[in-house]
C-alpha cells in the first residue's frame, strides 16, 4: 500500500477547494494500491483556507521549534502543520506503509523543492513539513513531478 496526497486523488482538499487530480494517482487509489490522505485537513484546518508557507527556514527548523508555517494574513498555523504531520506518521506505521507520493511543492507534502514564504510564486530547496517527517522515520517519499518522469523514462 501507498500512501498518496488526497488532493492528487482528486479529493478537493486543496487550500482554495480545489484538487491536483492526476490519472495515474487516481488509478491505483481505485486499484486499492494506494490511500489518500490530506495533513492539513487532519491538522484541523479547514477546506477552504488561505494558503500557507514555511518562513524563516527549512521543515527541519519547523521540526525544531525554530521556524513557522505561517498563513498568507500572518497567522501562525505551525501547530496544524505539525498535527497533520503526525497523524500521517502515525498511520503508516499503523497500516505498515513505507512508500509515498507526495504533492511538489507544498508546504506540507512538497519534497526537494516548496514555496519560499514570501507568497510570491518563488521556489527554494527544501521539504514540506509532512515528507520531512515522512523521509526522517524510513519512509520513501516521491513528487507526482517525478513519478511521472519514471514513467516517462520506462515508458
Ligand atoms: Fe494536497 Fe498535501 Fe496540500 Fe492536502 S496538504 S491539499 S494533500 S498538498
Redesign the pocket.
Known amino acids: 500500500m501507498i500512501l ?5 486523488a482528486g ?1 478537493c ?3 482554495n477547494g480545489g ?2 487530480g492526476v490519472p495515474l494517482i487516481k488509478e491505483l487509489v481505485r486499484q486499492g494500491k494506494a490511500i ?6 487532519l491538522g484541523g484546518l479547514p ?1 477552504p483556507r488561505l494558503p500557507a508557507e514555511i518562513k524563516g527556514g527549512s521543515a527541519r527548523d519547523v521540526w525544531q521549534g525554530k521556524a513557522l508555517v505561517v498563513r498568507k494574513d500572518g497567522v501562525d498555523v505551525t501547530e496544524n502543520f505539525i498535527r ?1 504531520a503526525r497523524e500521517v506518521l502515525k498511520f503508516c506505521r499503523e497500516m505498515g506503509i513505507k512508500r509515498a507520493i ?2 511538489a ?6 519534497k526537494g523543492l516548496i514555496y519560499d514564504g514570501t507568497f510570491t510564486g518563488k521556489l527554494v530547496e527544501g521539504n ?1 513539513i ?1 515528507a520531512q517527517l515522512l523521509i526522517d522515520n524510513g519512509i520513501g517519499v516521491l513528487t507526482e513531478d517525478e513519478i511521472a518522469t519514471l514513467y516517462l523514462l520506462n515508458d
Not at 498518496?4 to 492528487?8: D, G, K, N, Q
Not at 489518500?36 to 485537513?41: D, F, I, M, R, T
Open positions: 498518496v496526497s488526497a488532493c492528487l479529493i482538499c486543496k487550500y484538487d491536483n489518500p490522505l490530506c495533513p492539513e485537513q477546506t497533520g507526495l504533492k511543492r507544498s508546504p506540507s507534502c512538497g514540506g509532512t
